[in-house]
């Protein structure tokens, strides 16, 4: 089991461009969730979708949205970025029914410049 | 918004001494999680809490929660030098919006 995966590892990017980080959810797990964490700081919750749909969402701007896909994978997409975007992105993927069983991924360097 | 607030943000500890972790949060959750994460490195779950008065222990690091006191700790026992890392707790809201504290950068020197 190769548990959460991300892609890419770090990403560079420049002010105003738009990215997509990619998610794979741990075998077994319908339910994917999307955090920031800025350096420093602890994460902070962005969405999180079930059966494909947005099911829950933080304090974040609507340039931050996302898509899960058939087989529970997952897309964050942000537009227009700014420098206070960097930050480490991190997808949780878990069991539906047993939400509390949360596993990370190993996340991805975003570095807006 | 539930707000989870941690204290100490930096523990400087010996090899061999004892501490404990504080973990405050703002409304009513009988739900508590406390992780790891190494530099550099993602989340490693550590505990599960699930209702007032659960208590788990893992090695020389254990974890308890009072919910009534809004409260979760997490007690080192005799540290040693590998338990260095920045440990979180973190409460959900709706059984799926996670809140997690700032992080206490805990340093244990030989």
């Known amino acids: 089991d190769a548990g959460v995966t991300q892609s890419p590892t770090h990403l560079i990017k420049t002010r105003g461009q738009q990215v997509t980080l990619r998610c794979s959810p741990k075998?077994?797990?319908?339910?994917v969730s999307w955090y920031q964490q800025a350096l420093g700081q602890g994460p902070q919750f962005i969405f999180q979708?079930?059966?494909?749909?947005?099911?829950q969402r933080g304090n974040f701007p609507d340039r931050f949205s996302g898509h899960q896909f058939p087989n529970y994978s997952s897309e964050l997409n942000v537009n227009a970025l700014l420098l206070g975007d960097s930050a480490l992105y991190l997808c949780?993927?878990?069991?539906?029914?047993?939400?509390?069983?949360?596993?990370f991924g190993p996340g991805t360097r975003l570095t807006v410049t | 918004e539930l707000k989870v607030e941690q204290n100490p943000l930096f523990l400087s500890m010996q090899e061999g001494k004892n501490y404990t972790i504080y973990c405050n949060y703002s409304?009513?959750?009988?739900?508590l999680y406390w992780y790891r994460q190494d530099p550099g490195k993602s989340l490693e779950s550590l505990f599960v809490?699930?209702?007032?008065?659960a208590v788990k222990q893992e090695g020389r690091l254990m974890a308890s929660l009072d919910t009534k006191a809004r409260l979760s700790t997490l007690h080192i026992t005799a540290a040693v030098h590998d338990l260095s890392a920045t440990y979180f707790c973190?409460?959900?809201?709706?059984?799926?919006?996670?809140?997690f504290g700032s992080g206490t950068k805990l340093n244990v020197k030989p």
């Open positions: 949780a993927s878990s069991p539906a029914a047993r939400y509390y069983e949360q596993y």
């Open positions: 075998s077994g797990h319908d339910t």
């Open positions: 979708y079930y059966e494909e749909e947005e099911r």
């Open positions: 409304t009513t959750s009988d739900r």
């Open positions: 809490l699930l209702s007032n008065g």
């Open positions: 973190a409460v959900d809201q709706n059984f799926n919006k996670f809140y």
